[in-house]
């Protein structure tokens, strides 16, 4: 079973920055492609980045590219979200997720495990 813990979410004034972070305990890491999804309130959770296992390609949703990094250390199990230029628009619940199969997926349905996720709030 594996098991996210997201953290270093926030409060952050617009034109800020933010990162948060993701550890998995799973012995597999390194063969698990992981992803940040977010949620606003009365919102779906819509996709915000991947990075795949196989080759370690990260995939953006459009309104996060150029501002969004993801990156992963797989000696500390754990991945990234590095958030730059926020806007009040990218405000909601940030989830970590991973999935073993390799590739770049946007729909939630295709990752098995979730974290319990982390709030981000951009003030105007």
């Known amino acids: 079973q594996v098991q996210l813990v997201e953290s270093g979410g926030g409060l952050v004034q617009a034109g800020g920055s933010l990162r948060v972070s993701c550890v998995a305990s799973a012995r597999t890491f390194s063969s698990l492609t992981m992803a940040w999804f977010r949620q606003a309130p009365g919102k779906e959770r819509e996709f915000v980045a991947s990075?795949?296992?196989?080759?370690?390609?990260?995939y953006y949703a459009d309104s996060v590219k150029g501002r969004f990094t993801i990156s992963r250390d797989n000696t500390k199990n754990t991945v990234y979200l590095q958030m730059n230029s926020l806007k009040p628009e990218d405000t909601g619940i940030y989830y970590c997720a991973a999935t073993s199969r390799g590739g770049s997926f946007e729909s939630p349905i295709l990752y098995d495990h979730w974290g319990q996720g982390t709030q981000v709030t951009v003030s105007s």
């Open positions: 990075i795949n296992w196989i080759n370690g390609r990260p």
